[in-house]
């Protein structure tokens, strides 16, 4: 059995989906990770083929209409308009035919949202698909989309806020998809309402890689859609930390790791000194995760260290608390190391887990980037590293986190579907 996994986004997104495909391949299947090159590495070094598609996820947050994408903050309706800025047709028509080139020789097609192309390229195949994301998308009338308001307008209003999310992002997608699909697949397009109502209706699985004891599985879910757990990835054995951090983490007390994934450009910037000053308000230490901002050509006090990259496994556990976007990854790192989390949301799923750390009490209410300022970051470091009550339900949380197998329920769920079971 040969897999093929279509996976696009940050480094947070892509590196759930090589934990699974590590997982997938100790049980005896072929992998193959089909994403932007700058994952290659990553995905090789798993013991994983790697099939190459078109993009720089980081080179486009760069430019205009990335660092407007950033700033969308809460409203979906931005998130999605201005996603749409980010790539011309002809761009889009590359990647798509890339996925196309990397799916050729596979038995069978994993996808996560940003890679719905599988789909798609599995109906031409006529393989086995399988939808796997990060974030809760499946209809509930017990729970709204994640992104909407979690207003209290009963059931009606959160079934028809994920309705309503599935139609934006399709109609966003479907003239240059439906185009794909006719010139490069000699498919015929899709309706007007897309494939969510096929993937009801076929029953196709859906898995998603989070903790249910960070968002609760509604009642009215489908029994073929199954929230897993985290998939996270081993860190390699010859990893050793900087010494310059090692040397700074000796020398005094516990600093809050500070960190903004994928966060670049102008934005970045302007978060980078944001942060300093708000330790210097604070009066904490800090670890500056990921060179996001370009913080080492700063003039840093002796109470701050820059590095570029470093694995939150080794690193947040040593941390006092944790500040970062609310990227799913991040989120599930954070939440495992059993530390009090901060989160600034910038946009996407990032809001919705942001409320859900503040609900579960295991972080201060979240401040949207945009109307973050160093004091208020100051008000939530001093909060997260003194109130002994989120820190024990923190503590407590990570205990659990610890100890799901999200890999392993994801590959017995994959494996059963494929071998024609019932994943139900």
């Known amino acids: 059995m040969h897999v093929t996994i279509v996976a696009l986004g940050s480094r947070g997104d892509v590196q759930p989906c090589v934990a699974l495909g590590r997982g997938l391949r100790q049980a005896g299947i072929e992998v193959r990770m089909a994403s932007y090159r700058a994952f290659a590495e990553l995905a090789r070094g798993h013991g994983l083929e790697f099939a190459p598609i078109r993009g720089d996820p980081r080179e486009a947050l760069e430019d205009r209409s990335g660092q407007e994408w950033l700033e969308s903050g809460g409203s979906m309706l931005k998130f999605i308009g201005r996603m749409r800025k980010l790539a011309t047709f002809e761009i889009l028509r590359q990647s798509l035919d890339d996925a196309v080139e990397a799916c050729r020789g596979t038995d069978a097609i994993l996808y996560t949202p940003l890679g719905a192309a599988g789909y798609h390229i599995a109906e031409k195949m006529e393989l086995p698909s399988l939808y796997m994301a990060l974030q809760p998308a499946s209809r509930s009338r017990e729970a709204p989309s994640i992104f909407a308001p979690a207003l209290p307008l009963g059931s009606t209003y959160n079934w028809w806020t994920t309705i309503l999310t599935e139609q934006a992002i399709w109609q966003l997608a479907r003239i240059p998809f439906n185009r794909w699909r006719r010139e490069s697949l000699g498919l015929p397009a899709m309706p007007f309402s897309g494939p969510s109502n096929l993937l009801y209706r076929d029953r196709q699985p859906f898995i998603y890689g989070y903790s249910e004891y960070v968002a609760p599985r509604p009642v009215d879910w489908p ?126 799923d990032q809001p919705f887990w942001a409320r859900r750390v503040h609900a579960l009490g295991v972080g201060p209410k979240p401040v949207m980037r945009s109307r973050l300022t160093a004091e208020r970051l100051a008000e939530a470091l001093t909060l997260a590293t003194s109130d002994e009550d989120m820190r024990a339900r923190a503590s407590q949380l990570g205990e659990k986190i610890r100890a799901e197998h999200g890999v392993a329920t994801a590959v017995e769920i994959v494996t059963k579907h494929l071998s024609g079971g019932s994943a139900g």
């Open 223 to 348: 029994a073929w859609h199954h929230i897993t757990g985290y998939w996270f990835l081993p860190r390699e054995k010859a990893w050793s930390p900087p010494p310059e951090l090692v040397s700074f983490l000796s020398e005094g007390v516990q600093p809050i790791s500070i960190g903004f994934g994928s966060m670049s450009g102008a934005v970045a910037q302007r978060l980078s000194r944001l942060a300093i000053e708000a330790c210097a308000i604070s009066g904490h230490r800090a670890v500056l995760l990921g060179g996001w901002a370009g913080a080492k050509d700063l003039d840093l006090p002796c109470s701050i260290c820059a590095v570029d990259s470093v694995p939150h496994d080794w690193l947040f556990p040593r941390m006092a608390a944790v500040v970062h976007h609310g990227g799913a990854g991040t989120t599930a790192a954070g939440q495992r190391a059993g530390m009090p989390s901060i989160l600034v949301p910038f946009f996407g």
